[in-house]
DNA sequence: CAAACATATGAACAGTTGTTCAACTGTTAC
DNA sequence: GTAACAGTTGAACAACTGTTCATATGTTTG
């Protein structure tokens, strides 16, 4: 269960602080969790695809717009428009030759407001 | 200010939508706001630091009691927890031969319980 | 039909990231 | 002192990530 068995590091089999350590464990997620939690963490920890996130808050975009306001190539845009997509954390919609992408979900734009808030300090 | 002059890619200099572009402008946070709500992102974008950033929720908890409840040996905790000190994530408290961590920002835990919300869709 | 446009996509590439391994520092106990 | 322990650190390496470039798809206009 614990990893490296080498030359350094601890050998002690338990754990030094038993309780805190009980406690520890019942706060951190199931694993399914734990892995959308920081895949979701993930995709805002690209400024890229945030400020894609945050030029969409208002309303929907197309990709050529997206990528004059976020300074990338539309090609740029519309690979991560398409990881996003698969995240949920955007949809699209086609009229025409153009496709107009908006936010899928209202909670990412409270995410970030919050996340504000902490960079604040 | 739009890059790729490439083959492909859109050639009209001006915004299609310019209200909606205007207004998403605005939405945009400055660079240095943006390079910090990024990387606050990043760092709980990694299962592992996620995992440390829970364990810690509830107390301090020392190095290899860190390592036992995330899976992962002490050297690579240790690796994180000097990038979370650095990013304010974490601070740490001596007492003889052991480190006892613990979370630098209240923050961080509102953040993490807003996340799962959208996970839990 | 062809040309212009908006977007999508695949391959390739450079840069970054997280872990491991080995060695090292500092502390406690004998 | 020396041995055991807890933690830190640097180098190395594989895996992943984001962008670019070239090309492809589908739409509208003449």
Redesign the pocket.
């Known amino acids: 269960m614990r990893?490296?068995g080498?030359?350094?590091?601890?050998?002690?089999p338990e754990f030094?602080d038993r309780r805190h350590a009980e406690d520890a464990r019942k706060a951190i997620h199931a694993p399914a969790v734990l892995r959308g939690l920081s895949q979701t963490f993930?995709m805002l920890?690209?400024?890229?695809?945030l400020k894609i996130c945050l030029a969409l808050s208002r309303h929907e975009l197309?990709?050529?717009?997206?990528?004059g306001l976020v300074g990338?190539?539309?090609?740029?845009?519309?690979?991560?428009?398409?990881?996003m997509k698969a995240m949920r954390l955007v949809t699209?919609r086609?009229?025409?030759?153009?496709?107009?992408?908006m936010l899928d979900d209202e909670h990412i734009e409270d995410l970030i407001r919050l996340g504000a808030k902490h960079v604040a300090e």
């Open positions: 990893p490296n080498g030359i350094g590091g601890r050998v002690t030094v993930k920890g690209d400024e890229s695809r197309c990709v050529g717009d997206l990528a990338l190539s539309e090609s740029a845009v519309s690979h991560q428009l398409r990881i699209y086609k009229e025409g030759k153009m496709t107009f992408y």
